[in-house]
C-alpha cells in the first residue's frame, strides 16, 4: 500500500480524534523505528511510555508466540496460570494486595473509582484529585482528570469529584470533608508537564488518609513498570498506597490495565460488582511476564537509574547554553523540558532529523526513552536535541 493511500483511507474511513504526524512506521526494534520509506528513527517517546523495554523485545515476543500458539481466550469465571502468575508478581513487586485486571488505563483508574465509592457504602463518595493530572477518557476517570480542556464537551460529567491545586497542603485540607473517600494523584503528572508531586506533600496525604480512613489512590499509568527507575513511583516516596492503577508499559505493546489494592480491603469487591471481558487474557498476561522479565533480568531499573542521571546532567549543561530553556525536571526517565516558547516546532524538527519527543501542556517536552537506553543512544538523541533547540534560541 502506497503512502496516500494509507493517508487517503485515515481520512476517508477513520475518525479524526488524533492529531497525527505524517510518518507510517512499519518496523521497530529496541528504541529504533523504520517507516515505510525504510528512514530509521531514535524513539525517545515510545508511545506515550508503552514500550519501557523497547519496541519488540525478544522476551515479549517469545512470549506472545508460545501463548498464542496453546490457547488466546478464555472467559474469566474460569481460571488460567498465566494470570495467576502476573498477579503475583505484581503484588511481589508492589505490596501485598489483590488486582484486578482490565484492558487500559481509563479503565484502571474507573475500577479504582468504583472501588473507592463501594468502599465508602453510600455514606463518602467525594474523591479528591489535582489540577494538570490526567487519568483517562471515560466519564469517570475524565472527571476525575483537573483538565478542562479535555472535559470541554462532555457535559455533565459524574459528579463527586473535588480538583485542587498541586502540592497545596492548606487546599487539600480546606477541600477535606466528612463526604471524602479517596485521595488520587499522580505522582508524576505527564500529561499535565512532568509536575513531580512534593516528598513531605505526599506523606502528609499518607498521614491524613490514615486519620480519616481516606483510600489513598496512585495513578501508575503512566509512571509505573521501571519509568522512574523504580519499579512504582510510589517507592520513592516511603509510603505505601491503598490503590494503584498500571496500564501502559506492563504489556509490552498488548493492551492491560490492572488496580491492585490493599488485602485489608480487597473484599469491598464482590462477585457481579465489576468485571472486564477481556482483561487478563492469556496472551496478554504472558506478555507482560515477558516484560517483567526483561526488566528484571536485564537489569533495567539500574541502568534507568544510570541514564537517567546522565541524561539530566547533560540537559542541565544545555540549559545554561540555551535560552529558551527555563527548567528541567522529571524523575528517573520520565523528563521535561520547559520552554518559554511553544514546542511544537521542535517536535517536528526533531521528526524531520530522526527523532520522536513529544510536547504536552504546548510548552513542555517530553522524553521518555525505553529504560534499557544507552549512552550511545542518548548522546546521538541529545546531538539532535540541542541542534534543534539552539536553532530555536
Not at 512499519?26 to 530509521?40: A, E, N, Q, R, W
Request: net charge positive.
Amino acid at each position: 500500500m502506497k503512502k496516500q493511500d494509507v493517508f487517503q483511507i485515515y481520512q476517508d474511513c477513520i475518525l479524526n480524534t488524533y492529531t497525527r504526524q505524517p510518518r507510517i512506521f512499519v518496523k521497530g526494534k529496541g528504541m529504533t523505528l523504520v517507516d515505510i520509506d525504510g528512514k530509521k528513527y531514535l524513539d525517545f517517546f515510545p508511545g506515550w511510555g508503552v514500550s519501557n523495554v523497547g519496541h519488540c523485545h525478544p522476551r515479549v515476543m517469545s512470549a506472545i508466540r508460545d501463548q498464542v500458539s496453546k490457547l488466546i481466550h478464555i472467559p474469566n469465571n474460569f481460571y488460567h496460570t498465566q494470570q495467576a502468575k502476573l498477579a503475583r508478581e505484581l503484588i511481589y513487586q508492589a505490596f501485598p494486595g489483590k488486582v484486578f485486571f482490565c484492558n487500559s488505563g481509563t479503565e484502571a483508574n474507573e475500577a479504582a473509582i468504583k472501588f473507592a465509592r463501594a468502599y465508602g457504602k453510600g455514606e463518602r463518595f467525594e474523591i479528591i484529585t489535582f489540577e494538570n493530572s490526567f487519568h483517562g477518557r471515560t466519564l469517570g476517570s475524565l472527571a476525575a482528570t483537573g483538565q478542562k480542556k479535555y472535559q470541554e464537551g462532555f457535559a455533565p460529567l459524574p459528579e463527586g469529584f473535588k480538583v485542587i491545586k498541586f502540592n497545596s497542603w492548606p487546599a487539600l485540607e480546606k477541600t477535606i470533608s466528612d463526604k471524602t473517600i479517596a485521595i488520587m494523584l499522580e505522582l508524576v503528572q505527564g500529561e499535565g508537564g512532568i509536575n513531580v508531586a512534593d516528598r513531605a506533600y505526599v506523606y502528609k496525604i499518607r498521614e491524613i488518609c490514615d486519620k480519616k480512613n481516606i483510600l489513598m489512590i496512585i495513578d501508575e499509568v503512566q509512571t509505573g513498570i521501571g519509568r522512574t527507575g523504580k519499579m512504582f513511583a510510589f517507592q520513592h516516596y516511603g509510603i505505601e498506597p491503598d490503590i494503584i492503577t498500571l496500564a501502559k508499559a506492563l504489556g509490552g505493546g498488548l493492551p492491560i490495565g490492572a488496580m491492585i489494592v490493599k488485602k485489608k480491603i480487597a473484599d469491598t469487591f464482590k462477585p457481579g460488582m465489576h468485571a472486564s471481558t477481556f482483561g487478563g487474557g492469556l496472551v496478554i498476561c504472558k506478555a507482560a511476564l515477558g516484560v517483567l522479565r526483561a526488566i528484571q533480568k536485564e537489569h533495567m531499573l539500574k541502568n534507568a537509574q544510570k541514564m537517567s542521571a546522565y541524561i539530566f546532567e547533560r540537559l542541565d549543561a544545555l540549559k545554561a547554553r540555551c535560552k529558551i530553556i527555563k527548567t528541567v525536571r522529571g524523575i528517573g526517565l520520565m523528563i521535561g523540558i520547559e520552554l518559554n516558547i511553544e514546542g511544537k516546532a521542535i517536535t517536528e524538527e526533531c521528526l524531520n532529523r530522526g527523532l520522536v519527543i513529544n510536547c504536552t501542556h504546548n510548552t513542555v517536552l517530553r522524553l521518555m526513552p525505553a529504560l534499557n537506553v544507552t549512552r550511545k543512544q542518548a548522546d546521538k538523541a541529545l546531538h539532535i536535541l540541542e541542534k534543534v533547540l539552539l536553532k530555536f534560541s
